[in-house]
């Protein structure tokens, strides 16, 4: 026999999941439109919508980006409110998105 407890909880992560489901309904719908407004001659030509999806994603705002986030990891680990086992992982994430393209010509060279 279930007890009324078992009945009326309701499991913990059902919230988070839809939260999460809606935020990344969000970031691909964004993603695709802004990736359609790329270019107007993509359109004819997929590598160069293909390279401009990488300049987006190698570009300056993006290097911006990754020494913003470096700037406040440091300033998160002189706090001690950040471990350097988390610093490394997002770093060497930093590192392969920017060396992608070399990662590649030597896979394939």
């Given amino acids: 026999m279930m007890s009324s407890q078992a009945i ?42 293909l390279q401009n999806a990488l300049d987006l994603l190698t570009g300056n705002a993006a290097r911006l980006l990754a020494v913003i986030a470096c700037v406040v990891l440091g300033i998160l680990a002189m706090f001690g409110a950040f471990d350097f086992r988390r610093m490394a992982t997002v770093v060497i994430g930093i590192i392969v998105v920017f060396g992608s393209a070399e990662i590649v010509d030597l896979l394939t060279a």
Avoid: C, Y
């Avoid at 992560?13 to 719908?29: E, L």
């Fill in 8 to 49: 009326t909880d309701t499991p913990p992560t059902k919230g988070r999941i839809s939260t999460v489901r809606k935020f990344a309904a969000v970031i691909f719908s964004t993603t695709v439109f802004s990736l359609g407004l790329v270019a107007p001659a993509a359109a004819q030509n997929v590598e160069s919508l």
